[in-house]
Every structure is written in C-alpha cells, then in structure tokens.
C-alpha cells in the first residue's frame, strides 16, 4: 500500500516551489493565480458552483472546508462570501494554506484548524454549508457527519465530490490499485448515502463525474509519459501510480472513438490497454453529493 502523500502533488517541497515562483512575480497575487496549484482534485470549483445555484444557497453564512489541504475551496467560499473555517490533518498544508490566504488578503474570512476528523471535535459554529472534496476515501470513520448534522442551520448543505466503488465485492487485482493510490477507506456511494440518511440528511446524488475525472487523471498521465519520454527525472512511485494504476482504475472514456484516445492519450493507451477502457468492467466511479438538514 502507498502512502498518497509521497506523491509530488502533495509533497510540502513541490507545493512551496511553486508558491516561491509565483512570490517572484513581485506583484499583488489573486485567487486565480493559485487556480493550478491550490486543488488536490480535478474539476476545479464546477460542482460547488452548480451547487450554489441551483439550490440558491445563502452565502453569507458559516462553512467547515473539511479536509482542506492547502485552502483552494477555501478561499474560493470567502471569495463568494462565506465566512470559512477549513480543518485538515495535515499542519504543515494549513501553514501554506494561511500563507497564500494571507497573500491573497482573505485571513479576515477565514480560520484554519488541525484536527483529526476520526477523533476530534469539529469546531462548533451554526454552519450552512460544507464541503468534502476527496477525503472521504482517506477517512475510516465518518460518524462526525451526525456532530456536523448537530451545528447545521436548517437547510444547511453539505457537499461531496469523491471517488466511490461501484461494487462491494472487488478482485485482489482491483484492491490493490485502490490500495495502490492510497484510496484505503473507498465506499460505495450506496454506503455513504445510507448513513448520512441514518443522521438525518435529506440526499441527493448530483451527478456522476467519473468522465470528468477520468479525462483529467488520463491528462496527468500523459503529462508524466511525456516527461519520462523527453528523459526528465520521473519517480519511479508517480509514475506507476499516476500514470498506470490511476488510469487503469479509472477509464470512463468510451465515449471517445479509439483514434481519438489514441490522438489524446497515446502513450497512457500504450501503456494500460484499450481492453481497460472498452471492455473491462469498472470498479470505481466519481460522483458529487448534495445532503440537506431539513428540520
Ligand atoms: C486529497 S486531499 C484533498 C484536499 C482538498 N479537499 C482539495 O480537494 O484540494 C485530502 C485531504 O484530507 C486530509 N485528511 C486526511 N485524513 C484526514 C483526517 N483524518 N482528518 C482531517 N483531515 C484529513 C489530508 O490531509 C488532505 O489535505
């Protein structure tokens, strides 16, 4: 099993140089100069945004960004006028998470805290909204949802976007690339639906991701092919997971014909086989969740 955050995405070292060179631009930095680095998940803010539309959500209430890693939706809900707090696990993202909300001028809006989802007390706050962006799978026990259901203002949101198994049962092949990509605590949506629906939620699956999610995870692999066949220094872990394993566990790209595919992604195509995409049967998928406190 590998631990996700030896991948250079989440690596402090990565993070910071990319933070060092957008300092050298010596100007007034923006949220959108973080929009490349500021996400550990595909898709950007395109889920929340919906969201907020469609169910008209008040935006000017409290949120809990819960597993915010360096503050990239964060910041995005202070921008939109939520006052935030963001937690995390991880110290040293919330140091850099406080870094760039102070660059860009947000650390009015927004506190974060370092707290062990699985054992610790949420902050309390009467919230109307969260969200949970690709932690869940990272997440052994998700009963903080009834404490987070306990703080919510009546029609108070939470939103979910993550990978999800499609079946229970999995082959020894198939655990071992979620294992592989350190996707240790995966459910299915079924699972995560029924408990939030146990604390009180009202659910509504929004949308199945999985092409959205697949294009992008296909997209990095063929930026790391092409990297490995230009000669550049590829570590040996990123490339079997981000360029093999992440591919092959997600192929929702039936929709393209095989020579598209192979114009887009040849040397990803070459290397987890058109049989993944075609013909064999998945085993995970993407999706984003709306649950509502209604009474
Ligand atoms: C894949 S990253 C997603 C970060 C962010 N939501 C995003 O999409 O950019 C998962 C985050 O969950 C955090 N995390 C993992 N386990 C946690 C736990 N038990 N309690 C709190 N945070 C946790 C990690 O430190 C990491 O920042």
Known sequence: M?????????????????????????????????????????????????LMSEYSLPKDGIALDIGCGIGGVSRYLASCGFTVKGVDINDSFLKIAQ???????????????????VNDEIPPASYTFANMICVLILISDISFFRDLYKYFQIDGAIYIEDYFLIRECITDEERKYVNDLGLTNIRTLESVVSTLQSYG?????????????????????????????????????????????????????????????????PHTLNAVGIKTVYENEKFVNCSRIAAFKRS
């Open 201 to 265: 939620y009202e659910v509504k699956v929004l949308e199945d991701i999985s092409k959205i999610w697949s294009e992008s995870i296909w997209d990095r692999a063929e930026r790391i092919w092409n990297r490995k066949i230009a000669d550049e220094i590829v570590d040996d872990l990123e490339l079997y997971g981000y360029a093999i394993a992440a591919p092959k566990m997600l192929s929702f790209l039936s929709h393209y014909s095989i020579e598209e595919l192979s114009n887009l992604f």
């Open 2 to 50: 590998s631990d996700w955050k030896t991948f250079s995405t989440y690596k402090e070292e990565t993070i910071r140089q990319n933070l060092e060179k957008l300092k050298l631009l010596g100007r007034t930095l923006t949220l959108n100069d973080f929009s490349s680095i500021d996400l550990f998940h595909p898709g950007m803010h395109a889920g929340l945004d919906m």
């Open 99 to 117: 870094e760039i909300t102070e660059l860009v001028g947000l650390s009015d809006k927004i506190t974060y805290h370092s707290l062990n989802l």
